[in-house]
Nanobody, 121 residues
Framework: QAKLVESGGGLVQPGGSLSLSCRAS????????MGWYRRSPGFERELVAM???????VYGNNLEGRFIISLDSEKDTVYLQMNNLKPEDTALYYC???????????????WGRGTQVTVSS
């Protein structure tokens, strides 16, 4: 069973907006932070944005302002609002959670399967 379930994504024209969401399953007992990375063909995976349970955020290069990340801790769901999208935003977007099981003291990285975002006219 997938521990992170992503939704959203798709095809949008330049200048348009899209919203992604990612819900963590109850198998992850304690979540420290959640967020998004992306990978474009021929490039390495890069940070889009991360948010922790205190609300602190970090964004990838030149994304803050166009992209807005938020977290609903009660629902263990992270959202990414993407505005004024550009063709170079085209990528496979992966959800990431840093969390642990109650039976462990170690935090692990969990990854979703990815959702495609394509910005094209």
């Amino acid at each position: 069973q997938a521990k992170l379930v992503e939704s959203g994504g798709g095809l949008v024209q330049p200048g348009g907006s899209l919203s992604l969401s990612c819900r963590a399953s109850r198998e992850i007992d304690v979540i420290k932070s959640m967020g998004w990375y992306r990978r474009s063909p021929g490039f390495e995976r890069e940070l889009v944005a991360m948010i922790n349970t205190t609300g602190s955020t970090v964004y990838g290069n030149n994304l803050e302002g166009r992209f807005i990340i938020s977290l609903d801790s009660e629902k263990d769901t992270v959202y990414l609002q993407m505005n004024n999208l550009k063709p170079e935003d085209t990528a496979l977007y992966y959800c990431k959670a840093i969390g642990r099981m109650l039976t462990s003291m170690y935090y692990l990285d969990y990854w979703g399967r990815g959702t495609q975002v394509t910005v094209s006219s």
